[in-house]
C-alpha cells in the first residue's frame, strides 16, 4: 500500500523541523550544558519545595489511577484498544512525567537531609539521565497538551458531530464526551500549567524539537497502519487530495502555534516572578527601595 504523497510530506516537515531546532544536539553526552536535578525540582520565589513536591505526587498519583481505572478488569484487550491513538500515547508519556518529576522532587528532600557518618551524599544522587529525561519531557508536554487540546475540539469533535451515520456519529462522540477524554483533553493542560507556574525549570525553545521526534514516531506508526492494515487511526488523511494536504500543513502549523502559546506563558511566568522578588527586595530593605514621589513646585 502506498502512502499518500501529503502525509509522506507532513513527515518530511515535521522531520526538518525537529532538526533545525535540535541540531545544536542539546543533550550530548559530556556537554557542560547538562540540567541538574537542583534545577528541575526548584520552585517558583512565590511557592516552595513542598507545594511544588506536593503537587508533583497529588497530580502522579491522579494519573496513576485514571490510568489504571481506564484499564478496567480486562487490561491487556483494553490497552491494545487504547494505545493505537496518539492521545494516550502522550498521555502515558504525561504519566512517566509525573512518575519521575515526583521522583526528583523526593530525591531532593531526601539529599537535604544530613548525610550518614559511614557514607559520603554521592551515593544518593541519581545520574544525569534524570533531569535530562524531566527536562524533554516537560518541554513535550507544555507544547502537546495545547496540540491535543486544538486537535481534538477544533478538529476531530465538529468531523464527529458531522458524520451523516447516526451510529458512527454516536461511537465518536462517546469516545470523546467521557471522564477518561476530558482529563486527557482538557486536564493535562491544567496539570501542565500548574507545573509551569508552581516549577521553575530552564526552559528553552530549541528542545522543542522533541515535540517533532514524538510526532515523528507516531508518523511512523500510522504509516505501518496504512501499509499493513490498509487505514489510518484518524481520518484527517483518509479524504480527499484537498483535505489530505491541508492536514499535512496544519500539523506543522499547530506545532509552532503551541510554541508560541508557550514561549507567551514562560514570558507571563517571567514577568510574574520580577513582580514577587521586586516586591520581596522592597519589604526586605525596609521600603527603601521603593520610589518617593517628586515634590511639587510651588
Known amino acids: 500500500m502506498v502512502l499518500p504523497p501529503a502525509f509522506v510530506a507532513a513527515q518530511l516537515i515535521n522531520a526538518v523541523q525537529a532538526y ?15 540540567p541538574t536535578l537542583e534545577e528541575v525540582t526548584a520552585h517558583a520565589p512565590y511557592g516552595s519545595p513542598r507545594i511544588l513536591r506536593w503537587y508533583r505526587t497529588s497530580v502522579c498519583a491522579y494519573v496513576l489511577g485514571l490510568s489504571i481505572w481506564q484499564l478496567g478488569l480486562s487490561p491487556a484487550a483494553r490497552f491494545t484498544e487504547l494505545c493505537p491513538w496518539f492521545t494516550m500515547w502522550s498521555w502515558y508519556l504525561l504519566v512517566l512525567y509525573f512518575v519521575l518529576a515526583t521522583i526528583a522532587s523526593w530525591t531532593t528532600r531526601y539529599m537535604d537531609r544530613p548525610p550518614s557518618p559511614r557514607a559520603g551524599d554521592d551515593h544518593r544522587r541519581p545520574g544525569l539521565w534524570l533531569p535530562r529525561a524531566i527536562l524533554v519531557l516537560y518541554h513535550v508536554h507544555q507544547a502537546m ?40 483533553h482538557g486536564g493535562n493542560v491544567v496539570f501542565m500549567l500548574g507545573e509551569l507556574f508552581l516549577a521553575h525549570l530552564p526552559f528553552q525553545s530549541r528542545y522543542l524539537g522533541w515535540v517533532g521526534v514524538w510526532t515523528a514516531l507516531y508518523f511512523l506508526f500510522e504509516s505501518f497502519s496504512k501499509i499493513v492494515w490498509d487505514q489510518f487511526h484518524y481520518p484527517i488523511f483518509e479524504g480527499g487530495a484537498m483535505q489530505q494536504w491541508s492536514a499535512a500543513l496544519l500539523i506543522p502549523a499547530l506545532q509552532w502555534a503551541s510554541f508560541g502559546l508557550v514561549l507567551a506563558l514562560v514570558s507571563r511566568k517571567k514577568k510574574l516572578v520580577e513582580r514577587v522578588e521586586s516586591q520581596r527586595s522592597i519589604a526586605s530593605n525596609g521600603g527603601a527601595d521603593r520610589p518617593t514621589a517628586k515634590p511639587h513646585a510651588a
Open 20 to 34: 533545525i531546532l535540535l541540531r545544536h544536539d542539546v543533550l550530548k553526552i559530556g556537554s557542560d550544558q547538562h
Open 145 to 184: 497538551v495545547w496540540l491535543l487540546l486544538v486537535i481534538t475540539w477544533g478538529i476531530l469533535y465538529p468531523a464527529a458531530l458531522a458524520m451523516p451515520d447516526p451510529r458512527e456519529r454516536r461511537d465518536k462522540l462517546e469516545n470523546m464526551l467521557n471522564f477518561g477524554s476530558y482529563n486527557q
